[in-house]
């Protein structure tokens, strides 16, 4: 059969509109895949991603030209970072079971998320909130357990039981080998406090009064802590305050905080959204006297929903990609807006919330607020996320997906004993090769997809993705939006042969397909090897897949 006429059969396989009818089993899918494409993966050899070089391009295929010797910046590992609010289920549940539970844990902290982050890199996590931040008084948090002060979350009137205090998320932070993120309170609390939060953990033993009741508190050597937010969404929850006030509480709060010899990096709290004005007001304000120390600036941008979390159309799966893309915009316009009063770019951005946000009614345990099941589409919303960061790897210092466990755009679910990964953690375990590397200029010349949003015709990137290079490995990694059609990519390499290549790839037949507690490995990465020769290596994409492609340079 000719190429255009299995291609044409596929196409009339077309998958409708709703997910539910688009799933079809794994194996069928990669039948249909390979009759239509002989150079497709066989569906008895599904860990092979093959090229045969004699075919003829694909009409409507792809070009990824990376060039090694175009560096953008180094991929910060804490771009990879993550949230961890107390909220619903995220700590208790999701990482504190206490030291007494049935469930594995190490001094009270789930097992299962500890082994599981560890997997993650060196990168950080964000604690208390989020709003909560906002209402915590730390020293409810430290102590003697049985004597620490029982309050009313922010969330809900539920106790919270402050059984998860500063000792117990260092202690987390250790365990799982991730840099501790704190966010001080701004809205309901003074500079005095948050100073002295500081002094708690950072003060060497013996120096201070607070560093004495810390050593008191078990814990002798100081925690060094450098990321410390001083606010979070001001212009909301935290305090609804104007750009103008919250600048003045900001200068309050940073005002001769001493580092004990730690670098301390400041978070401001940045806008809801890309919203430019509230950069502009703040950093006037800023400019118009003394400038007070900002390492971050902290938009947050949650692409929300189309549809629902397992219940979309093709339309709303291709919108929900297109909103999730905005971040580059965002990106570009806080950059530009900080540039104009900080010429030197020494203030970085520090996406601290991300993630996509769906209504209610995929929550495992009711009592988890805000908790939904993540399937395929925000496994590609996160991996489309992570590629923007890294192709702004010079701007973009840190930035945090809501949240780690139990939560919105989750790596993990838990309940009780049972435990699972969601595909979003794949991404991010598939990603983890570009902490730390240098981010490379990558061109891609891609046919667009056209869907319609709001009455309107739009149309989104059909691939994307970001290079990095640590010595003479290339990681490249790729979101191919398409839905039903599967794509031919040429990567070429500027001025450097390839002497092997590899790809990892996560994807599904079914578009929300998902991990749950009985079928946890449903949504799992798959290898195999890629033929290259010269600088080019060749590869089909499936539809709706996300790939990291690593290219040893010769
Ligand atoms: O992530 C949930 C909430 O969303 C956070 O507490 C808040 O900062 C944001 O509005």
Redesign the pocket.
């Known amino acids: 059969m000719q190429y255009g006429r299995r291609l044409r059969m596929l196409r009339a396989m077309k998958l409708s509109h709703s997910p539910a009818r688009t799933r079809m089993s794994r194996r069928s899918a990669l039948r249909a895949l390979s009759t239509a494409l002989p150079w497709a993966i066989a569906p008895s050899a599904a860990a092979r991603f093959g090229f045969s070089k004699a075919r003829a391009a694909a009409p409507d295929g792809a070009v990824v030209r990376i060039d090694p010797s175009r560096p953008i910046g180094r991929i910060q590992p804490a771009v990879h970072s993550h949230?961890a609010?107390h909220?619903g289920g995220v700590i208790y549940d999701g990482i504190w079971v206490g030291p007494e539970s049935k469930i594995p844990n190490v001094d009270g902290i789930r097992k299962d998320t500890i082994d599981h982050v560890r997997r993650l890199g060196k990168v950080a996590v964000r604690w208390p909130?989020?709003?909560?931040?906002d209402r915590y008084h730390w020293r409810d948090g430290i102590g003697p357990s049985e004597r620490r002060p029982r309050r009313f979350g922010?969330?809900r009137d539920d106790t919270e039981t402050n059984r998860f205090g500063t000792r117990e998320f260092l202690r987390f932070c250790k365990l799982a080998g991730v840099e501790p993120y704190f966010a001080a309170n701004v809205g309901t609390g003074t500079p005095e406090e948050f100073q002295q939060w500081v002094e708690y953990v950072n003060a060497p033993a013996g120096s201070t009064t607070l560093a004495d009741e810390r050593v008191a508190n078990g814990d002798r050597e100081p925690a060094a802590v450098r990321y410390w937010g001083v606010g979070?969404?001001s212009w909301?929850?935290?305090g609804k305050f104007t750009p103008e006030d919250y600048c003045r509480e900001y200068r309050r709060f940073t005002e001769w905080v001493p580092g004990y010899g730690v670098p301390l990096y400041f978070i401001a709290a940045g806008p809801n959204g890309n919203d430019t004005a509230w950069t502009r007001r703040f950093f006037a304000k800023w400019a118009d006297y003394s400038r007070a120390p900002i390492q971050g600036w902290a938009p947050?941008y949650?692409c929300g929903t189309t549809g629902h979390a397992l219940n979309f159309t093709h339309d709303q799966w291709y919108e929900m990609l297109h909103k999730a893309n905005r971040m580059e915009a965002l990106i570009n316009d806080q950059w530009a807006a900080l540039g104009e009063v900080d010429k030197e770019h020494k203030i970085k951005l520090v996406i601290d919330?991300w993630?996509a946000?769906h209504p209610e009614g995929t929550e495992i345990n009711r009592r988890h607020l805000?908790e939904q099941m993540g399937c395929l589409r925000d496994a590609l919303v996160a991996a489309l996320t992570l590629d923007t960061f890294h192709r702004h790897a010079e701007k973009v210092d840190m930035a945090n997906i809501?949240?780690l466990v139990n939560?919105?755009h989750s790596l993990f679910l838990a309940d009780e004993d049972k435990f699972v990964a969601t595909p979003t953690f794949h991404v991010f375990e598939l990603y983890r090769p570009h902490q730390g590397a240098e981010a490379l200029h990558l061109d891609v010349e891609t046919p667009a997809v056209a869907f319609r949003a709001g009455g309107k015709e739009e149309s989104i990137f059909r691939l994307a993705g970001s290079a990095s290079r640590s010595g003479k490995d290339l990681f490249l990694t790729l979101v191919h939006s398409h839905v039903t059609e599967p794509l031919e990519v040429s990567i070429r390499v500027a001025g450097a042969s390839v002497s092997a290549a590899r790809r990892t790839a996560i994807h599904h037949a079914a578009l929300n397909a998902h991990n749950t507690f009985e079928r946890p490995a449903e949504v799992a990465p798959v290898a195999g090897d890629v033929p290259a020769q010269g600088t080019e290596a060749r590869i089909v994409l499936e539809p709706a897949s996300i790939s990291r492609i690593d290219l040893k340079l010769a």
């Open positions: 949230f609010e909220i909130g989020g709003c909560f931040a922010r969330w979070n969404e909301g929850c935290g947050h949650y919330e993630g946000w805000f809501a949240q939560n919105l």
